[in-house]
């Protein structure tokens, strides 16, 4: 069991979309959206750990139209999210205007992450517990992941917090959603190379 919560651990603490972009969110919209969002993903993923668990995750990733579909979706909407984040706070309109992610956005996400799909698949199908009927080996895999899963992505979002609070100048501020918007991006150009091979 303690390679198991040392996996977990080291599998949710390496920056993926949901973390960055959890740190993208309350540095550039504050906590009270950031929470939101948090929520989204929470619930988001522990859809995806439900259908790695059910099978339909490897169903659907199987399908030849599917699997590219997914990756293509996920690129455009972490792009999309990048964008958000960085140009918060510009001068461009229709960036300005737009309401901040919110509960929905955190469980598209992780619907489209495909980080969060190999995580979940790496966790539940491996690390066997022994002297334990599987289901429920798959309910204590579901407590100690969310146990690990919950203060991970709320020390991301007290750091994105801790920077919005700062009260940085404009263009300092600026500068810090480019450089998360930059890092979600870097995601988003590693998930298009790992799904080219």
Known sequence: MLAFLAAV???????GPG??????VSAAFGAKPAYRYLT??????????????????????????IRP?????????LFYLAARIALV?????????????GLINGIALQA?????????TTLFTGFPFASMSSSTEILWKFVLVN??????????LAAGISLKRMSLSEPAQRRINILMGASLLMVVV???????N
Not at 19 to 24: E, F, K, P, Q
Not at 40 to 65: D, E, K, Q, R, Y
Not at 147 to 156: N, Q, R, Y
Request: zero cysteines; a positive charge; hydrophobic letters at 60%.
């Open 40 to 65: 989204g993903l929470f619930i988001g993923t522990n859809l995806v750990a439900l259908a790695v668990v059910t099978g339909v995750a490897g169903l659907m990733l199987a399908h030849p139209v």
């Open 147 to 156: 146990a690990i899963w919950i203060p991970i992505h709320l020390l991301w």
């Open 112 to 120: 489209i992450n495909p980080k969060a799909y190999v995580v979940n």
């Open 69 to 77: 579909v997914l990756l293509y979706a996920s690129i455009a909407y």
């Open 19 to 24: 973390v960055l972009s959890t740190a993208g």
């Open 190 to 196: 590693l998930a298009a190379i790992y799904g080219a």
């Open 89 to 101: 706070g510009s001068k461009i309109a229709f960036i300005e205007k737009q309401s901040p992610p």
């Open 9 to 15: 651990f080291f599998l949710l603490i390496t920056p």
